[in-house]
């Protein structure tokens, strides 16, 4: 089983609002990734969480607080975000930290911000 | 540092044919891997190949089969019997085989496919 599970598929929040996104995997990989992707780019990365423990932070605004409460769990927390944070959020695990292998990505949740 | 580039913003097939989208990197490095991943409007990436790079023999899977050439830094996409369902963005991408930053994948642009039927 390769599957990488996000929910919610569809968020709508203001500039206000706290919401959080989530990822689940169980396929006992122990790498996981936020990605952001504006329509017809590539994935942009944002996190990285290795044997859970960030590991890469890619100069994310601080608006996004990534989090992984344990090795099948990633969530990312949205606050107070912009309009131009809009965009499609992935998330992707890989088996073997960040070395090598192939990442297997989730579904994603299509982010709008009004 | 590392760079992938995809030189065909789109192409077209029509079903059944044959089409090869085409994937150039640039490193220094002499371990990596090499992916191509699927796109469909529906949005979920979805892994179609993998190259390693000390592997000479090309990778295939089913209708799809790669043509790997590590001198030239080229790893083309070759989709045989097109079916509507191979229409979307094709992204390549490229990972160093060493670990740290240097193992995050680093993708191209894209090359949209469209079938016609």
């Known amino acids: 089983d390769t599957e990488v599970t996000q929910t919610p598929k569809h968020l709508v929040m203001g500039m206000t609002n706290k919401k959080s996104l989530k990822c689940e995997q169980h396929?006992?990989?122990?790498?996981m990734y936020w990605y952001k992707q504006k329509a017809k780019k590539p994935p942009e990365l944002m996190f990285v969480?290795?044997?859970?423990?960030?590991?890469i932070n890619e100069s994310v605004p601080s608006r996004f607080s990534p989090e992984c409460p344990n090795s099948s769990l990633l969530n990312l927390h949205l606050h107070a975000l912009q309009p131009e944070d809009s965009a499609l959020y992935l998330c992707?695990?890989?088996?073997?930290?960040?070395?090598?292998?192939?990442?297997?990505f989730g579904p994603g949740t299509r982010l709008t911000v009004t | 540092a590392q760079t992938v580039t995809q030189s065909q913003p789109e192409m077209s097939v029509q079903e059944a044919e044959t089409v090869t989208l085409s994937c150039t990197y640039d490193?220094?490095?002499?371990?990596?891997?090499l992916f191509w991943y699927k796109q469909p409007p529906s949005r979920q990436m979805i892994l179609v190949i993998r190259?390693?790079?000390?592997?000479?023999q090309n990778a295939t899977e089913n209708r799809f089969s790669v043509n790997f050439q590590k001198a030239a830094k080229s790893f083309s996409l070759k989709i045989s019997d097109s079916q509507l369902g191979d229409a979307a963005m094709y992204f390549c991408?490229?990972?160093?085989?060493?670990?740290?930053?240097?193992?995050?994948?680093?993708f191209g642009k894209g090359t949209k496919l469209s079938v016609k039927p």
């Open positions: 396929m006992g990989h122990r790498a």
């Open positions: 969480y290795s044997y859970e423990k960030l590991s």
């Open positions: 992707a695990s890989s088996r073997e930290g960040l070395a090598g292998g192939e990442q297997y």
């Open positions: 991408a490229y990972r160093s085989a060493y670990g740290g930053s240097q193992g995050n994948l680093i």
């Open positions: 190259q390693e790079a000390y592997k000479q």
């Open positions: 490193t220094s490095e002499s371990d990596y891997y």
